[in-house]
């Protein structure tokens, strides 16, 4: 039989005040149906890296997909014929909220667009749903928070979508360096060397695709006409839906860097330069740029680089042989961390020890974990707690919102500025370097440099500069609005 559904206005209220389903205990969540077979999981958003989601957890046992939920109806048709080619049932939603108020759910996987994950995850625990949401879990600095919160006030399952906290090499190395094996560790370098072109110059408003809902679609975002000429995946490069490569494939080398530092907090002060150089279009974000977070224990440095190695090349640069990844260098040695190996080398840069990886995927060993967590309800067995996903999402954003405060300096005035910052001054020198080969005039077309800014992680705030915590929030269009948890 079918439950009584529930208006979007009913939910929304219920939600906005105390969530639509009280938190289950472990006791109580063993009795709901299914509970002691499949989970019963429901899929949001299902392009892209939403579409990949679903081919795994389709992989794992113990597990049932029983909703799909997508703003585009082409798109949600095309998932859903899937199961029915082979004789399956499921149910499918355009609205989130629709989805969110049947009982029959117990968890959702989340992988839509930055500016909905944090809003998205919040509802779901309102409703009584365990989540799964990608990275980064935030589109800014204090949803994220909120979304925390929401995990510790409704008791739900939250993990991050930082699939390296399950790769066995990186949690091994990083025990390593723990236990002493680097001495003291004198800095962490995150990379994101990756290939971005031009994504064009549109010259107006351009047309949304028919089979989209465009105002679910924006959700929270400004409801503003579409000005680029892709509606998917360009959205990373505006500041009103993405946060750039910093927040897209960087946050999962930021949280890495942070994991080996041993920092679990917010960085006391950041600086970050850089621009969107070598084309103009409707990009806004930057596609060159480094920045420095200064920890107490060591710099925690993040470099970005969207074009190649030079110019009419597809070929990109690499450090110390990873292009994205992460270099930690202590005082006996380092280790390097890429998608192919994690590997240790001793003072003079030989090589000292590569870390085995398993047979086991793990992309699905951190499912598999998700998995098993929500029928344990052991919250300390998660890989990676919502906590961390928050404050390595926050650094990304942190390092935009110094980025975007700043203003453009010719080469001299800038290399004057952070001269006092070695590690800072030592990855421009190469980041000119890189520049020149793709033919770039860094007089013609300026770096910029960022406003430094210090960070209370008492009271979670940029300290005395109003326009950087503008920038770490944003004006939530009704009924599209992150509730207050904190």
Known sequence: MKSPSITRRAFLKAAGIAGTTAAL???SWSQVAGA????RLA?????GRGGGLLKAFRQLKGVRIVALCDVNTEVLERAAKTFRDKGKSVQTFVDLRDMLARPDIDAVVIATPHHQHALQAI?????GK?????KPVSHNIWEGRQLVAAAHKYKRVVLPGMQSRSRGPIIEAVEWVRAGNLGRITSARALCYKRRASIGKST???PVPSTVNYDLWLGPAPKTPLRRKNLNYDWHWQWATGNGDLGNQGVHEMDIARWFLGERGMAPQTLSLGGRLGYEDDGETANTQVLVHQYPSAPLLFEVRGLPTKAESEQMDEYRGAAVGVVVTGEGGSIVVDARKVQAFDRAGRPAREFKASKKDPVLVHFQNFLDVVRSRQMKDLPCQIEDGHISSALCHAGNISQRLGRALRPDELREKISGNPSLAEAFGRMTEHLAANGIDLIKTPLSLGVPLAYDA??????DNAAANALGTREYRQPFFVPKLT
Request: include cysteine.
């Open 458 to 463: 008492t009271a979670e705030r940029f300290v």
């Open 204 to 206: 107006g408003p351009q």
């Open 123 to 127: 509802w779901a625990c309102q409703a």
């Open 43 to 47: 899929m949001v958003g299902l392009n």
């Open 25 to 27: 205990s472990p006791q």
């Open 36 to 39: 002691n077979a499949d989970i």
């Open 130 to 134: 365990d989540v799964y949401v990608e």
